[in-house]
Each structure stands twice: as structure tokens, then as C-alpha cells.
């Protein structure tokens, strides 16, 4: 059997960070003690993530002429960037990050530029290049409501479909049919908001992780698996066949920057699952056929995914930057013996 292939529709942005004591208030001027420009956006972030854990990925999406740096810095990560469309008429999109010096967090600004640029013609002519059935496309926020139409043509070509919905917009729920979405990866803040839109009520009290994952479980009877990340609190996940949460503790590092470790998150968790689905396409282990995917993985490769990821997410935070950041696989795997 051929590894199974992975088309990731998403962003690519120059990051811009400002390195600031703490991050800025409103009506307040404070100074960046450094300035760096690297590669990012959600969409490339989890491409070069995916590369890094070893799986086959194609990105799709749009830059401008100032972004033809980034496809190349893409390239040599391993992600096959013939897909990737450079435009005349817009920059590349950007994000304006703030560091904060004093707590390691950050605060982040979004110009989407040529991410909003792709269209779904465009998209469909990838599609027919060889991508059907066993092949897995992965979304995120940021780049607009033709993600939505975007992945329903990777439904109906056969795709399972990976939805990271972050950034989090008040109208996600009408720009992606949530019943096309086979694993949903969210935050803990993104969970809150998603459970706000569905039940159409305001959210007065803190719920916790489990219960918002019971609700959000509920709420979509066709997710065969939905992640909470809680950050240094690690994640809560739900899996459907088994009806199994899963709860494990974040990996623990010294701690510089969490930008790109959602991202990181992501991509080695779908990669983890694409190694696995070729396992058991192999030992013919198919999965029901009233079901909109293919191949499930077991109880244990769920785990298992989940923990690379989850080592691969703590292992970024360690280091300064997003793409840069991403371990390569070899790392992950020698960390995974200790947690």
C-alpha cells in the first residue's frame, strides 16, 4: 500500500516579533527590546510540522512576491510546495506578534493579505491531481469562508478531514460544516466560544474541559475524535468508537515561546494518524461503512498520536519562533520513552 497523503489548505504569513516587558494594554507605548522576521501562519506552520514528523504533505494557499522565501524555507523542510500560488495583486499575509518578556506568552495581530486570496476552483484542481480516498486535508482559521466550501470538496473526494479551528471567529460554525469534520483540535478558550455558538447561550460560568467536551461530543455525533489543549495543563481528548476520554499532563520544558505549539501540535498528530492508518490498511482493518471515513485507528494508536503530539508541542515551546521551532521526529521519539 501507498503512504497515505496529506493536503493542508491554510495560511502562510510573515511573522514579525516584537520582544516587549509585558504584553501592551490600550492607550499604552512601550518599546520591543528586539525585532525578528521569520516564517509562520497556522496553515504553513502545521505543513512544515507534518514534514518534520515524517508523513507526505502538500501545502495549498497564496503569497505574494514577498513571500517566495518562505515556499522556498517550506521546500526544504520537505513540503512539497507546487501548490502554492503567488500573486501579483496582494502581500503575503502577516502577523504581528508581541513576546512577552515576563511571562512567556503572547498576543498576536493578523493581516491576512493573500491568504484570503484562494479560491475554490483553485482548490478543486488539486484535488484531481491524485488525492481521493485514504488521503487525509487539514484546515485551520485564516483563510476565510472558503474554508468551509474548501472542505466540503475534500469530503466529497473522499478525504478525512482535520479541522483546527483557531483562530476562533464568531461565525465559524457557518463557515465549516462541522458534520464534515472527522477530528476537531481546539483550545481550551476556542472550546468555550465553539460551546457559546452551538447552544446560542452566553457562557457565564467557567466550564470545565470534560464538560466541554461532553457537550461538544454531543453536539457533533460525526467526530470520530475531538482534542482539548490546555497548555501547561496538558489536554482532554474524546474518542468516539470507544466512547473513551483520554486526559494527559503537557510535556514539560523550559519554557521561551508558545508560538507555533498548537501548530506543532497538529501537524504531529496528524502525521501520527496517517502512519498508522497505512498500518491497518495493510492488516485490511476497515472501518464500518456507515461512517464518512475509511480507516479508524485503534484505541492505542489514538493514545499514542496523541502523546506525539503532545511531546512535540512542549519540545517547540523551547525554542524561540514557530517554524523553526518544530522538532524533527527522531527528537520526539527519544522524549517519548521518558514521558
Not at 460544516?177 to 478558550?189: A, C, E, H
Request: proline share 3%; net charge negative; hydrophobic share 40%.
Amino acid at each position: 500500500m501507498v503512504a497515505s497523503k496529506i493536503l493542508v489548505f491554510g495560511s502562510i504569513n510573515i511573522d514579525e516579533f516584537f520582544y516587549v516587558p509585558h504584553i501592551v494594554i490600550s492607550g499604552e507605548t512601550i518599546t520591543s527590546t528586539k525585532y525578528t522576521q521569520k516564517a509562520g501562519g497556522k496553515g504553513a506552520n502545521q505543513s512544515v510540522a507534518i514534514a518534520k514528523a515524517g508523513a507526505k504533505v502538500w501545502h495549498v494557499g497564496k503569497i505574494g512576491r514577498d513571500g517566495i522565501w518562505i515556499k522556498e524555507y517550506m521546500e526544504s523542510q520537505l513540503v512539497n510546495v507546487e501548490h502554492i500560488i503567488i500573486s501579483e495583486e496582494q502581500p503575503t499575509g502577516r502577523a504581528f506578534i508581541q513576546l512577552s518578556q515576563s511571562t512567556r506568552d503572547n498576543a498576536i495581530i493578523l493581516l491576512p493579505g493573500t491568504n484570503y486570496l484562494l479560491n475554490e476552483i483553485e482548490a478543486q484542481k488539486v484535488l484531481t491531481q491524485g488525492f481521493g480516498k485514504g488521503d487525509w486535508s487539514v484546515f485551520q482559521n485564516e483563510i476565510g469562508h472558503i474554508g468551509g466550501e474548501i472542505l466540503k470538496l475534500c469530503k466529497n473526494h473522499g478525504l478525512t478531514t482535520v479541522l483546527n479551528a483557531a483562530p476562533i471567529s464568531e461565525d465559524i460554525t457557518k463557515i465549516f460544516s462541522f458534520d464534515l469534520v472527522d477530528y476537531l483540535i481546539i483550545n481550551k478558550l476556542e472550546a468555550t466560544e465553539l460551546y457559546r455558538q452551538v447552544l446560542a447561550i452566553n457562557v457565564t460560568t467557567e466550564l470545565s474541559p470534560t464538560e466541554l467536551l461532553d457537550a461538544l461530543s454531543n453536539a457533533f455525533s460525526q467526530l470520530i475524535g475531538i482534542i482539548i489543549t490546555l497548555g501547561n495543563d496538558g489536554l482532554v481528548a474524546w474518542f468516539r468508537p470507544e466512547k473513551r476520554v483520554y486526559t494527559l499532563p503537557a510535556f514539560k520544558t523550559t519554557l521561551y515561546d508558545t508560538t507555533g505549539a498548537g501548530d506543532a501540535f497538529t501537524g504531529y498528530f496528524v502525521a501520527s494518524l496517517s502512519r498508522n492508518q497505512l498500518k491497518n490498511e495493510q492488516n485490511n482493518e476497515f472501518i464500518s461503512t456507515d461512517t464518512k471515513s475509511f480507516i479508524l485507528p485503534t484505541v492505542d494508536q489514538f493514545l499514542d498520536s496523541l502523546k506525539e503530539a503532545i511531546v512535540a508541542a512542549g519540545l517547540s515551546v523551547s525554542k524561540y519562533g514557530a517554524m523553526e521551532s518544530i522538532p524533527y521526529l527522531k527528537e520526539v521519539q527519544e522524549k517519548l520513552e521518558s514521558f
